[in-house]
């Protein structure tokens, strides 16, 4: 090249790589920053043939690059470069043919842009994995135009292809018919109205099976005022098929229920987990909204779960009752207040009478919250208008004191032929009433069951379209008022130290904030070896412990706790733990522990037995109508 020539100069200067290959594909020139990036030297280039500093698999490409330049076509290509210190990068570059038969290369490193492509790839190929491994796919439906898009992962449910359900017209012929008439009417409803729904159907599969779906959509607005469904749906088959096999045979079905739901609970918290990691990953707006339906999803299927398991344990006798001292009215409104932002969502009332559940009866609260949540819960889910009472009074019989809780609600109703099975295994008042409601029907047999264990019974008075009236009704003696009630205002931890021993963050925030509120001084540690740590450190009041931590969990840091010197060693030891069985709560009092408060936590249960335990507050009260 001539030094003079404005192309050399450019050639010289240019921070691009640049290299001229002669007709015998050889280099005749590089420039420096070709030197510069790769470290090969120009001198240790010249004469030398190109394809030696190319990747032996990408040397096709550099020929047929080659070819078409000889052909009189300008062409590109992205190739791996060796660098001198044995290293391969990949250039893109673009290519001309000289006059002298020799060619200039101009080549861009691009080694950065292609590990993001190839991790964006392999992200988008595990969340492919991740959706099929859990059964999980996508689809919109446009109403007006009559038609569905389905991700491949819906599709391949199924078998079918996206071509092969592509009209709302072809999907409807797929559903099974007893399933048709619940999905429109959630549907309908939301491309009139808008908002969100859930709905689950049966699909026909390629080669004949009928796939269990349960469906999570919401609406997007159109530019027209039309409303576009946006969902994503996931395959329970195997769950409903479990669910199914169990009504086989009784026995048989106990063993079966306890092992399926611990057998499916494995990989659905390994599924969820992903999820929630993935909620860190970069996600559109769209895609973020639809990964928070799939851990909905996750969640309403983990709920499922959850019954199951529990009436698992009632079939094989394995489920304990605790009875302690209770405050029945107390209860009843604590379920309600629970109950209550679900019931004003749908814009009913949610009204308690419990004027006449005065005084303290021994009874397992933890169960009878459970049966309680079940009856107010299916009262809210089945009423669309009006409002629920919940009444509770304690009565006199010859077989002794009993509680009765009434449930009334202005709901849809059930007809006295669905009252015969209603408090069946697996049984709901109709064939329509899980596709429009939602549900397992195992709900009100546990709360049977319950009951039954209680000494008591559950019955129901209904009369179709007009509401229902549920009712629990349980052997409930007299007991003595064992722990202060509180009133928790601003200021009643005042002056007390706290120590919280908690592995969760979020469980350690949320007593921290609790505490603080009410005037205590606070300090948390992530873990048992940590607490003991801290006891041994500070000047505490108190402890609460949580007892299942990594490591040293809260039986074993109270141990150690307990065999300190000085006055860390006389501590007073709370144990907040779901795992409250009357033996479980034998072993945290025998390892030094003072009192044991279950989860979740009532707040006036911890503060009761706080006030019992480091004489907090002035504002204990065990006022006249609490205790009459």
Excluded at 484 to 500: F, H, K, M, R, T
Excluded at 513 to 524: F, I, P, Q, R, S
Aim: proline share 4%.
């Amino acid at each position: 090249m001539d030094q003079n020539d404005p192309i050399r100069w450019l050639f010289e200067n240019s921070r691009e790589l640049m290299a001229v290959v002669g007709a015998e594909n050889d280099f005749q020139a590089v420039n420096p920053a070709w030197t510069l990036a790769t470290g090969w030297m120009e001198a240790e280039l010249i004469k030398r043939p190109c394809v030696e500093v190319i990747h032996p698999e990408d040397i096709p490409v550099v020929a047929y690059t080659a070819a078409e330049l000889r052909a009189g076509r300008d062409a590109e290509h992205t190739v791996r470069v060796l660098h001198k210190d044995g290293t391969y990068r990949w250039y893109s570059g673009y290519h001309k043919l000289l006059e002298n038969g020799s060619f200039i290369g101009v080549l861009n490193d691009v080694t950065g842009e292609r590990d993001r492509s190839m991790e964006l790839e392999e992200a988008r190929h595990n969340s492919r994995l991740l959706a099929e491994a859990a059964g999980i796919g996508t689809w919109s439906f446009d109403p007006v135009a009559n038609s569905r898009k389905w991700s491949p992962d819906f599709c391949a449910m199924a078998g079918w292809s996206q071509e092969e359900m592509e009209t709302g017209e072809q999907f409807r012929l797929l559903v099974h018919p007893d399933d048709l008439a619940g999905m429109n009417e959630i549907t309908g409803k939301a491309i009139m109205e808008g908002g969100e729904g859930s709905f689950q159907h049966r699909l026909k599969s390629k080669d004949g099976r009928w796939i269990h779906i349960r469906a999570t959509f919401r609406t997007v607005p159109t530019a027209t005022g039309q409303f576009v469904l946006k969902g994503i749906s996931q395959d329970v088959t195997p769950l409903a098929e479990a669910l199914e096999a169990a009504e086989a045979a009784s026995e048989a079905k106990a063993n079966f229920l306890a092992n399926m739901s611990h057998e499916i609970r494995t990989p659905m918290n390994g599924v969820m987990g992903v999820l929630r990691l993935l909620n860190d990953e970069p996600l559109s707006v769209e895609g973020r909204k639809m990964l928070h339906q799939a851990v909905g999803c996750g969640e309403m299927l983990a709920e499922l779960l959850n019954d199951v398991l529990d009436f698992s344990k009632i079939e094989a006798g394995k489920l304990e009752m605790n009875p302690e001292p209770v405050n029945p009215g107390h209860l009843v409104e604590g379920v309600a207040s629970l109950i209550r932002p679900q019931a004003e969502g749908k814009g009913l009332k949610l009204i308690v009478d419990r004027t006449e559940a005065r005084g303290w009866i021994s009874i397992d609260p933890v169960r009878l919250r459970q049966a309680l949540f079940n009856l107010v819960g299916n009262a809210v889910k089945f009423t669309l208008f009006g409002e629920v009472t919940i009444r509770a009074r304690i009565l006199q019989s010859p077989q002794g004191q009993r509680l009765r809780i009434e449930i009334q609600d202005t709901g849809v109703g059930i007809s006295k032929e669905a009252q015969t099975s209603l408090f069946q295994r697996f049984s709901q008042a109709d064939s329509s009433t899980t596709r429009r409601f939602g549900g397992t029907g195992l709900g009100l047999a546990i709360t049977q069951r319950l009951a039954e264990m209680m000494d008591g019974d559950v019955g129901v008075h209904s009369v179709l379209g007009e509401g229902s009236t549920f009712w629990i009704e349980i052997a409930a003696p007299q007991a003595e008022q064992t722990r202060l009630e509180v009133v928790a205002e601003a200021g009643y931890l005042d002056g007390l130290s706290i120590l919280v021993v908690e592995d969760n963050a979020v469980n350690r925030m949320i007593a921290s904030k609790m505490l603080e509120n009410l005037g205590a001084a606070v300090e948390t540690a992530v873990d048992g070896e940590h607490g003991v740590e801290a006891a041994a450190r500070g000047a505490f009041d108190l402890v609460l412990m949580d007892i299942q931590m990594p490591g040293i969990d809260g039986v074993e840091a109270t141990r150690r706790i307990r065999a300190m010197e000085g006055p860390a060693r006389d501590l007073p030891i709370i144990a907040l733990t779901a795992n409250v069985m009357a033996h479980q709560r034998q072993d945290y009092l025998n390892a030094g522990m003072n009192g044991v408060v279950g989860k979740p936590i009532n707040p006036n249960v911890l503060l009761s037995e706080i006030a019992r335990l480091a004489g907090a507050g002035a504002t204990q009260t065990a006022s006249a109508e609490h205790a009459a």
